[in-house]
């Protein structure tokens, strides 16, 4: 079949869907207008009660800003023993000893030159993953990164778990190169879509109509036991932690953060392997802080 050219024109599979839709939701408004009218003459005889715990939840709804509160607005800073200037490289082997990790990040509380060095009352969290072998950071990292996904600690797994041999030189793809299947649902199709999805969940919402308001009610009941109940496994899950780190926490300026830090006691020189990073908000870090006590 050869290349031809043509203008663009609408899909006719597109532009079916809203005018059969339309053969129903356009009688819409006059029906649900009826039925309003016959509510509004039911109204004054209606007597409409409380969820018996409403008032007991709404005593809790300062909830909400608690929880959000645990979400602060800071910077995290990371070492690793493969950051050029950081980690020490002795053939194809790095190191990086836990104080000189620490270091590090005192150095960088101190250098003026960076333009995004924070100021102002700070609070601080530092914390390090410390090992005497590549394998033995490895291990630890394989845990804590499930936990505590920082792209510069999870790069550093990878190349401590990655297996290259430098004999073999695997043949590279040609350019341009696949990428794994995704939706083809770029402009117009994606607005389109969702457009003609909305109109089809109105269609979708009176098809459900045949059941009746009882019914109605216990299936959202039904649904509100099982998403409570989902709700509960998955705050267990999140409860069962696992891996250890070193931590250290201080408040104050840069300069006076730099000071503690530097005075901090850190493990010593044989843990040859470590990565590091340091939490500075203006805020309390009160969810870090409470998961590393």
């Known amino acids: 079949m050869s290349w031809t050219q043509g203008p663009l024109s609408w899909p006719a599979s597109a532009a079916s869907l809203p005018t059969r839709a339309q053969g129903v939701l356009g009688q819409l408004?006059?029906?649900?207008?009826?039925?309003?009218?016959?509510?509004q003459g039911l109204a004054v005889r209606a007597q409409y009660r409380r969820h018996p715990l409403s008032e007991a939840a709404a005593a809790l709804a300062s909830l909400r800003s608690e929880l959000d509160r645990l979400l602060v607005t800071g910077r995290c800073l990371t070492v690793t023993p493969y950051?050029?200037?950081?980690?020490?490289?002795?053939?194809?082997?790095?190191?990086?000893?836990?104080?000189?990790?620490?270091?590090?990040?005192t150095a960088k509380l101190q250098d003026g030159a960076d333009p995004?060095?924070?100021?102002?009352?700070?609070?601080?969290?530092?914390?390090?993953?410390?090992?005497?072998s590549a394998d033995d950071l490895a291990q630890q990292l394989s845990v804590l990164c499930a936990l505590l996904p920082l792209p510069e600690w999870c790069a550093t797994l990878r190349r401590l778990t990655a297996h290259n041999d430098t004999m073999s030189q695997p043949t590279a793809a040609k350019v341009p190169r696949w990428r794994p299947d995704e939706p083809l649902t770029w402009s117009p199709l994606r607005p389109a879509r969702m457009a003609l999805g909305a109109e089809l969940a109105q269609l979708e919402s009176l098809a459900q109509d045949s059941q009746t308001p009882m019914?109605?009610?216990?299936?959202?009941?039904?649904?509100?036991?099982?998403?409570l109940e989902t709700l509960a496994e998955t705050l267990a899950q999140l409860g069962k932690l696992s891996g250890t780190l070193w931590h250290w926490q201080g408040k104050g300026d840069a300069a006076s953060l730099a000071t503690q830090l530097g005075?901090?006691?850190?493990?010593?020189?044989?843990?040859?392997?470590?990565?590091?990073?340091?939490?500075l908000s203006p805020s309390p870090l009160t969810f870090w802080q409470e998961l590393t006590p």
């Open 263 to 279: 005075q901090s006691a850190p493990p010593d020189h044989s843990q040859s392997m470590t990565v590091g990073a340091l939490l």
């Open 83 to 105: 950051q050029h200037g950081v980690g020490e490289q002795q053939g194809n082997q790095y190191h990086l000893s836990a104080p000189k990790a620490v270091a590090t990040l």
């Open 29 to 39: 408004p006059a029906t649900q207008a009826s039925a309003m009218g016959r509510l």
């Open 116 to 132: 995004r060095l924070p100021s102002g009352q700070l609070h601080a969290l530092a914390w390090l993953v410390t090992g005497n």
């Open 215 to 227: 019914a109605k009610l216990q299936a959202l009941a039904s649904r509100r036991a099982d998403r």
